[in-house]
Each structure stands twice: as structure tokens, then as C-alpha cells.
């Protein structure tokens, strides 16, 4: 494949293709499209959880516009649609910057599956529950499951025992969906980050795939799916936003609200550096374009118009993306380690600007805060009581798992797998499980 050597497409184990004609990046997408660790990111978070949005929507809130109720408000988007929808922006881009587009699919296919019910709030819980065996991160788990916890092949040992070496990807594929390729307490901009991209025990992996690769530094292709990432959700975000009617966008033009909105980018989501009158300059360029909407009544033609300016969104920020790094490289084929990806610094503070908006009415809004907390509470319950029971209330997969480790680490270790891979609903099922108090006539 062009732009591609042989170690690119090297597999941890060599295995001969059950049907030629594919090339080694259309076997790894297949692999990952077919998994069950992709399939279950449907019944997990992306903001808002599956299932609840009506109810956060008729809640009210601070700033929101008017709750309504709909289909729509109760089919959020979660893990699995933003993963199919970053892929599909992946796809085109990094196509049109010379990589394989495959395997940049693979990769954004590929980046959210580690992640635990719950988003971002069950990965916090679950990181304060792991401390004694390495902490949690998503990024790190998905590497794990993509090279040990799914099945899909096995190989022997030169003791005799079966070991899982997950979907066996390529080499190419595992370093595309590689975010954070450094262990904990390596992160380029200091020890303190919580954010890495592998567990200790799966070191040996992590570095047959970074062979040959610069420390701490993303291939090209993971760098569009970094960019792909950030796009995708913090476009739909704003969409899901505007459907729910927690986002007004007469709001964006009050400046109390706009002030509000700048603090939460600089918090969290601006470029190092970046100042309150950058992002209002972002803000009002966006706002100032035709296609903006400036309204939204959930009528068929506001909804056409919705979507015509999500796709103008998407379209900015990838063609700015294109342009400055084809300016800064030239219109070869990028691929691996031969460029960097260059996203403009405007275009930056203008996704950073979406990216506060949906955090200020939709991630703030009262009713997902209670939601959060109860979640927290759930979760870090789930953990306390499976890891007394263990191996009860594990799956056949984790059980086994569970009665081979060596020791107190391994075994916590095991029941973070566990967690991770419940979907939010299932999650909730097995808490209630596990923590039920016996009746009088129980026993």
C-alpha cells in the first residue's frame, strides 16, 4: 500500500488472510466493525445519557431555551454514533491528506471502545477505584481490549496456554488509534496529567507497535483521528443542544451568557495562551455566517437548516485542517511519521467555543448534574461490591480471567475490565444485583 512499509502492517500473530483480494487495513476495519466492544458503545454515554434526555429536557435550566419533547430528545447520540460519525469525518480527511483512509477509519472506529458506562464520569470512578493496580484511563483500555480483552484470536504459548491477542491488528492500526502514546506519568506536558495511553501489563504490546516510532509523539493518521474527535463532537453536541431546546441561540449574542461560555473555554477547551477577546472573535464568526442558526422551532425547516449548518461546521474545520497542512507540506501523500497535522489556530477557537457551548447548557444543566452524582454513586458501589464477591457476578470471560491472576493487583485489575465493558443500562442491572438488600423471607 502506498506510503505504507511491510512493518506497518505487521500483526502482533502472523495469520494468513481468510480472503485475499483485501488489503491488511480492510481486515482491520472488518475486525473492528464486527466486534462486540463497538456494539455495546450503544448503550453507552456520549453526554447525554441514552434514555433520559426527554426527562433532562422537561427539567428546565439555567440559560436553556424551552424544554420540548420529542423522538428525537429521547435517541441522544451516544459512544456508538459519534464513533460511526468521527469515522466518517476521518475518513474524508485523512483521504484527502494521502492516508489510507481505512485505516484512519479504523482508528476513530476504534478510539472511544475502551471508554466505561457512564463517559467521562464513569472513568473518573473508576480511576480513584484502580489506584491500587495503575489506575484507569479509557484511551489505555482501549488499547487493552483491542490487543487482549476482545476475542477474536488466540495463540499458544511456549508453555502450552492459550493466550488472547485481541483483534490482532496491524501494527499501522494500533499506533492510528493510539491518542496518548505514552504509559502513565509520561504526558509530554508533565507527570501530574491523568491522561496515557497504556497499562503497565500491556507494555510489551505497546512497544512492538511503537517500534521505530519518535517518544510521546502521534503517527499522522492518529493526529486525524485527534482532529476527527474533536469535530465530530463538539458539532453534534451543539445539534443535540439545539434539538433538546437546552440552547438558545439568541443566548450566544447576550454578553453575560457569552462571558459565562469564554470562562468554561479557557478552563477546558481553548489553546494554551488563548484570551477572552480571541474566543469572542471565534464566536462572532461563526454567528456572523449565513447558514448560522439563529433559531430553532424543531419544524422540518429548521431542522434541514440545523443540518445544513452542522455540515458547514464539519466542512470548516476539516477544509482549514487540509489546507494549512497541505500549505506547510505540500500535496504529497502524508502518511506515519512524514508530517504533522496542522489545524490553524482560529479554527481551534472556534471548535473550543463549541465545545463550551454544549458544556455551559448541556453538561451544566441541573438535571444531568443530579444524574452524574447518582451515576458516581452507583458506579463506585458496583466496583466496592463486585470486587467482594468476585468472581460472582462476572461474565464467563472475566471469571476465568479472574481465577488465573496472580495476585491482589492482577485481580482488581479484572474486575476494572469487567466494569468497563458494561453498557450504562447493564451497569445499573448488575448494581441492583449485587447490592440488594435479602427480604424477611429471603435465604
Excluded at 285 to 300: C, N
Amino acid at each position: 500500500m502506498p506510503g505504507y512499509d511491510r512493518a506497518d502492517v505487521e500483526r502482533w500473530s502472523a495469520e494468513p488472510d481468510k480472503r485475499p483480494g483485501r488489503t491488511d487495513f480492510q481486515r482491520d476495519r472488518a475486525r473492528v466493525l464486527h466486534s462486540a466492544a463497538l456494539r455495546r458503545l450503544a448503550g453507552k454515554t456520549q453526554v447525554v445519557t441514552p434514555g433520559i434526555a426527554q426527562e433532562s429536557a422537561a427539567a428546565g435550566g439555567a440559560g436553556a431555551g424551552p424544554a420540548r419533547t420529542s423522538a428525537w430528545d429521547a435517541s441522544p447520540r451516544t459512544r456508538l454514533t459519534h464513533s460511526l460519525e468521527c469515522a466518517q469525518v476521518g475518513r474524508e480527511l485523512g483521504a484527502a491528506l494521502g492516508c489510507d483512509p481505512d485505516l484512519v477509519e479504523v482508528a476513530c472506529l476504534a478510539h472511544d471502545l475502551g471508554h466505561p458506562p457512564f463517559g467521562h464520569n464513569g472513568e473518573q470512578v473508576l480511576n480513584d477505584f484502580a489506584k491500587g493496580c495503575g489506575g484507569f484511563e479509557g484511551n489505555a483500555q482501549s488499547l487493552r481490549l483491542l490487543t487482549r480483552i476482545e476475542p477474536k484470536r488466540f495463540v499458544r504459548t511456549d508453555d502450552g496456554d492459550l493466550v488472547s491477542v485481541g483483534l490482532n491488528l496491524t501494527r499501522a492500526a494500533l499506533d492510528a488509534a493510539t491518542k496518548y502514546p505514552w504509559p502513565r506519568g509520561a504526558h509530554p506536558a508533565g507527570p501530574a496529567s491523568p491522561k496515557f495511553g497504556v497499562y503497565e501489563d500491556d507494555r510489551p504490546v505497546f512497544d512492538w507497535l511503537r517500534q521505530g516510532a519518535p517518544p510521546r509523539r502521534q503517527c499522522f493518521e492518529a493526529q486525524v483521528m485527534d482532529w476527527s474527535d474533536d469535530v465530530a463532537y463538539s458539532v453534534h453536541d451543539v445539534e443535540d443542544g439545539l434539538h433538546a431546546g437546552h440552547i438558545d441561540p439568541n443566548l450566544l449574542l447576550a454578553e453575560p451568557e457569552r462571558q459565562d461560555i469564554f470562562r468554561v473555554a479557557l478552563a477546558r477547551y481553548a489553546p494554551p495562551g488563548a484570551e477572552p477577546d480571541e474566543l469572542a472573535e471565534a464566536l462572532d464568526r461563526l454567528t456572523d455566517q449565513e447558514w448560522w442558526p439563529h433559531g430553532y422551532d424543531g419544524s422540518a425547516v429548521a431542522q434541514a437548516r440545523l443540518k445544513d449548518a452542522t455540515s458547514q461546521l464539519i466542512g470548516r474545520f476539516c477544509l482549514a485542517a487540509e489546507g494549512a497542512t497541505r500549505a506547510a507540506y505540500g500535496s504529497g501523500r502524508l502518511t506515519r511519521y512524514a508530517a504533522e497535522l496542522v489545524v490553524p489556530r482560529a479554527t481551534r477557537l472556534e471548535c473550543a467555543v463549541l465545545k463550551a457551548v454544549a458544556d455551559r447548557y448541556v453538561m451544566q444543566h441541573p438535571e444531568q448534574e443530579r444524574l452524574r452524582a447518582d451515576q458516581r454513586v452507583v458506579l463506585g458501589e458496583l466496583a466496592e461490591a463486585l470486587s467482594a464477591r468476585a468472581p460472582d457476578g462476572m461474565d464467563p470471560q472475566f471469571r476465568a480471567e479472574y481465577a488465573a491472576a496472580g495476585d491482589d493487583r492482577a485481580r482488581q485489575r479484572v474486575v476494572v475490565d469487567q466494569i468497563a465493558s458494561l453498557t450504562d443500562s447493564s451497569a445499573r442491572g448488575l448494581h441492583a444485583r449485587l447490592t440488594a438488600r435479602p427480604g424477611p423471607h429471603d435465604g
